[in-house]
């Protein structure tokens, strides 16, 4: 079975910092793919990002950036020069084959002005 | 840009009752699956459906619900009768078969059982 943990219950940021989710992924498979999704408070879940588990390059869009380090399982991911705008619960999750996804707990990210 | 579509919105209904929820997944995506999220916590896989079967289910997905593609375009989720510990967000979310997985989500319907 798959565990995905996203420590960081909730953080809170004034605009423009930059702040860093974290994520781990449990799994034995050695291929998987991990994925973050943003949930802002109308509700639905948009998808930023996924990573293959046997692509370990970093990626960049825009103020977002995505660090995975298969030695550690993790799959970080970093907002550059927060706005308000970007205060919305994320969400990491993980699939083994491609198929079901499972979520982590998520992290709510609050940016005050 | 094609999206997933789901209806109603808001679904109000009373313990015992039957549910149906609808969902349009995006046309040229083969997977089908539903998540619920219960209120204030995380996102939980129900099922997934392809070439018109169930393809995998979580333990939630007991015999009270079942899912449905009735023709080309939509994708049923029933609950046969619905209990309190059913008040959920339910996403409907679609994938393409081959290539990518990122799977691309409904807005969701809120289903309150009361």
């Known amino acids: 079975a798959q565990k995905v943990t996203q420590a960081q219950t909730e953080i809170s940021v004034v605009e423009k910092e930059d702040v860093t989710l974290d994520c781990v992924y449990e799994t034995r498979d050695t291929t998987y793919y991990l994925f973050w999704y943003k949930q802002p408070p109308s509700g639905e879940l948009v998808f930023l990002i996924r990573?293959?588990?046997?692509?370990?390059q970093n990626e960049i869009s825009g103020r977002y950036s995505w660090n995975f380090q298969k030695s550690t399982s993790s799959f970080n991911f970093t907002i550059t020069a927060s706005q308000v705008v970007d205060s919305a619960v994320y969400f990491c999750?993980?699939?083994?084959?491609?198929?079901?996804?499972?979520f982590g707990g998520g992290t709510r990210l609050m940016v005050k002005p | 840009e094609p999206e997933v579509t789901q209806t109603p919105s808001h679904q109000v209904t009373q313990m015992g009752q039957e549910v149906i929820l609808r969902c349009v997944p995006i046309?040229?995506?083969?997977?089908f699956y539903w998540y619920r999220q219960i209120l204030g916590q995380k996102v939980e896989f129900l099922v997934s459906?392809?070439?018109?079967?169930?393809?995998?289910k979580s333990e939630i997905f007991d015999d009270q619900f079942s899912v449905e593609r009735p023709d080309g375009s939509n994708f049923t989720l029933k609950i046969r009768s619905t209990k309190l510990e059913d008040s959920a967000m339910y996403f409907c979310?679609?994938?393409?078969?081959?290539?990518?997985?990122?799977?691309?989500f409904g807005p969701g319907t809120r289903l309150t059982v009361t």
């Open positions: 046309s040229n995506h083969l997977y």
């Open positions: 999750a993980g699939s083994n084959a491609g198929n079901m996804l499972t």
């Open positions: 459906f392809y070439n018109n079967e169930i393809s995998e």
């Open positions: 979310a679609s994938r393409v078969e081959r290539g990518a997985y990122e799977q691309y």
């Open positions: 990573r293959n588990s046997f692509d370990e």
